[in-house]
C-alpha cells in the first residue's frame, strides 16, 4: 500500500529537489503534487516516476479540489510538505497575503482533515525575524519586529497560523536563510539575491565597487544543503514540534561576499567602498537599476542587516543525520561558474524581469 505525501511548490527551485529525495527515503512513497494550473504542463515533463501532478490552488479553501478528491486525499495523505509561496522581495501586499498567508491556512485546514498526517513539514524563512538585530533564537516569532518588505511580513503571517496549529497538528518548521545554487554544480534556478551582485559587476564600474558592511552578515545555504536538512529532519522522530534554522551557523560578513565573488568572478579584489544606503538611493533611479544588472532596491538592505541565527535544534538534527552547512568560500567558484556558464541565458532571468 503507497504511502501518499502532498506537496505544494513543484516544479520550483527547491521542490523540484526535494521531490526525487523524498522518493528515495521512503520507497512506499507516492507523491501528489499540487501544482497550479499555468504550471501544470512543465511539472508534468519534470515529474519522476512516483508523482501524481494534481491541478490545484492553494488559495482556495479546498485546494482548487472537488469534493470527492479532497476528501479523498484527506484520507490517504500521510506527510504534507508545504513549500509553495511567493519568494519576490518586491511582491505586492494583495499577492503575498492570498498566497502566502491564506494558502498556508488552506493547507493546515487540510492538515487538520487529514485523518492519518503523521506530520506537517512547513518551509518558511529565516527572515520572519524581519528588521530585528542580534541573535534570533529558532524558538522565535513574534518580538514585535518591523519588516523588510510584505514577502517577509506575509512569510511571518503564515508562520503564526503553523504554530498556532502545532498541538493538534505534529509539524516541523524549516527556516532556510537565501538559498542559492548548488553547492558542488553551481545549478540553480534563477540569477536573484546575490546573483545581482555579480550582474552588478559587469557595469563600468561594479566590479570595483565594495558593497556591504564588514559587521552585518550575510547568511546564504546552498540548495542541496537546504534539500539534505530538509530530507533530515523529516525522517527525524524527534524533529517534531520544532523549528529548524537551516542556515550558515558560520556565515562571511556581506563585504566579505562581495569580495569573494568579484575574486571568482572578476579576479580581482573591489577597491572602492559604497555603503549600502548610498546604493539603496541610488537605485530608486531606474538607469542605476539598469546599470547595476537590474538590482532591485529591496535586495540591497539584506548587505546592511546585523542578525544571526541561533542553529542548537537544527545542529542536532544535522548531527544525528552526518550533515554540516558548507561554508560560502567552500562553494563560491562553483556558483561563480554556473552563473559566468550561464549569464546571458534568459532563462534564468527573475520573473519579473522576463
Do not use: W
Not at 522581495?89 to 491556512?105: D, F, I, K, S
Not at 552588478?200 to 565597487?209: I, Q, R, T
Not at 544571526?308 to 544535522?318: C, N, P, Y
Not at 556558464?341 to 522576463?354: F, G, M, S, V, W
Amino acid at each position: 500500500m503507497p504511502r501518499t505525501y502532498l506537496l505544494t511548490g513543484f516544479p520550483g527551485f527547491l521542490a523540484g529537489r526535494l521531490v526525487p529525495r523524498l522518493l528515495a527515503d521512503d520507497d512506499e512513497a507516492r507523491i501528489v503534487a499540487l501544482v497550479e494550473p499555468r504550471m501544470v504542463a512543465r511539472a508534468r515533463e519534470l515529474a519522476p516516476d512516483g508523482v501524481d501532478v494534481q491541478p490545484g490552488d492553494i488559495t482556495d479553501p479546498t485546494l482548487g479540489l472537488d469534493a470527492s478528491t479532497y476528501d479523498r486525499l484527506a484520507g490517504e495523505v500521510v506527510r504534507v510538505f508545504h513549500l509553495a509561496a511567493v519568494y519576490d522581495l518586491a511582491v505586492g501586499a494583495e499577492l503575498a497575503e492570498r498566497v502566502n498567508v491564506a494558502g498556508t491556512q488552506h493547507v493546515v485546514d487540510f492538515c487538520r482533515r487529514a485523518t492519518q498526517l503523521e506530520r506537517h513539514h512547513y518551509i518558511s524563512t529565516a527572515y520572519v525575524a524581519g528588521q530585528r538585530s542580534g541573535l534570533v533564537m529558532e524558538d522565535d516569532l513574534a518580538q514585535g519586529q518591523a519588516f523588510k518588505n510584505f514577502y517577509e511580513s506575509t512569510k511571518f503571517a503564515a508562520e503564526v497560523i503553523v504554530r498556532a496549529a502545532m498541538d493538534d497538528v505534529p509539524t516541523t518548521i524549516y527556516r532556510p536563510a537565501i538559498v542559492v545554487g548548488d553547492s558542488q554544480t553551481g545549478e540553480t534556478q534563477k540569477f536573484d539575491g546575490p546573483y545581482y551582485l555579480l550582474r552588478s559587476m559587469n557595469s563600468p564600474f561594479g566590479a570595483l565597487l565594495q558593497i556591504g558592511r564588514g559587521d552585518a552578515a550575510f547568511n546564504v545555504v546552498p540548495v542541496d544543503f537546504v534539500v539534505d536538512a530538509i530530507s533530515a529532519g523529516a525522517r527525524d522522530p524527534e524533529a517534531v514540534g520544532h523549528t529548524l534554522h537551516l542556515v550558515d551557523p558560520d556565515p562571511v560578513s556581506s563585504a566579505e561576499l562581495t569580495r569573494l565573488l568579484a575574486v571568482a568572478y572578476k579576479g580581482s579584489e573591489p577597491k572602492i567602498p559604497l555603503s549600502p544606503g548610498m546604493v539603496d538611493r541610488s537605485l530608486r533611479l531606474r538607469p542605476v537599476r539598469k546599470l547595476f544588472g537590474g538590482t532591485p532596491r529591496q535586495s540591497i538592505i539584506y548587505l546592511n542587516h546585523p542578525v544571526s541565527f541561533d542553529t542548537t535544534q537544527a545542529g542536532e538534527v544535522l548531527g544525528r543525520n552526518g550533515l554540516r552547512c558548507p561554508r560560502f568560500p567552500e562553494y563560491v567558484d562553483n556558483m561563480v561558474a554556473f552563473f559566468k556558464a550561464h549569464e546571458h541565458d534568459d532563462a534564468y532571468r527573475p520573473a519579473h524581469e522576463k
